[in-house]
C-alpha cells in the first residue's frame, strides 16, 4: 500500500524529496491531498499548472526563498518536520523540478512532495532531472479485480482465490 510507504519515506532519516510518478487521472493527487491532511500540522498544495503565482518562483535555486514565497502564497507558516508541501503537476515547471537537488543538499528538513504524469516527465526531456537527489515511489492504475473490490463488488478473498 502507498500510504504505508509514504509514512515510510516521512519518517525516514535519510529522506529526500519525494517524486510520485504515475499516468494521469490515477489518484496521485488524491493520495498526497489525503497524506498531508492526515499526517501534518501544516498541509500547503501548489499547483504548477498554469499557475502565475509560481511562474517565477523556481527562477533561481534559492531553498530559503522559495520556502518564504510559498509560505506566502498559502498563507500558511512552513515549519521544518510539520508542514508538508506538495508541488502538483510539477512537469509543468522543470526548473521546480530541478529545485527539488537543493532541497535535498541544503533544506533536508523541509517535507517535500512533488506529483507527476509519466507523460509529463517525458515531454520535458533534455531538462534537469535530480537523479539520486529525490525519492521516487509510482502510482498504477487499478486493475479490474481492485477497481472491483474499490467498490465493494467482490471480496479480497475472491481476488486471491481468482490468481490461484
Known amino acids: ?6 509514512l515510510e519515506w516521512k519518517e525516514s532519516a535519510d529522506r529526500k524529496p ?5 499516468a494521469r487521472q490515477v489518484g496521485k ?14 498541509y500547503i498544495k501548489i499547483n504548477c499548472d498554469n499557475n502565475p503565482k509560481v511562474k517565477d518562483l523556481f527562477s533561481d535555486y534559492d531553498t530559503k526563498r522559495i520556502v518564504r514565497v510559498i509560505s506566502a502564497i498559502a498563507k500558511k507558516p ?4 510539520k508542514t508538508l508541501i506538495f508541488l502538483d503537476e510539477i512537469q509543468e515547471l522543470p526548473k521546480a523540478l530541478g529545485s527539488l537537488k537543493y532541497f535535498s543538499e541544503d533544506a533536508s528538513e523541509y517535507h517535500i512532495v512533488a506529483a507527476c504524469s509519466l507523460l509529463g516527465i517525458k515531454y520535458h526531456q533534455g531538462e534537469s532531472f535530480p537523479v539520486g537527489k529525490v525519492d521516487t515511489l509510482r502510482l498504477f492504475p487499478l486493475n479490474f479485480n481492485e477497481f472491483l473490490l474499490a467498490l465493494g463488488e467482490i471480496q479480497k478473498e475472491n481476488i486471491l482465490t481468482s490468481l490461484k
Not at 1 to 6: A, H
Not at 18 to 22: A, K, N, R, S
Open 1 to 6: 500500500m502507498l500510504y504505508k510507504e509514504l
Open 18 to 22: 519525494l517524486v510520485l510518478e504515475g
Open 29 to 42: 493527487t488524491w493520495l498526497l491531498d489525503e497524506f498531508g491532511r492526515n499526517e501534518y500540522k501544516y
Open 78 to 81: 512552513v515549519e521544518p518536520e
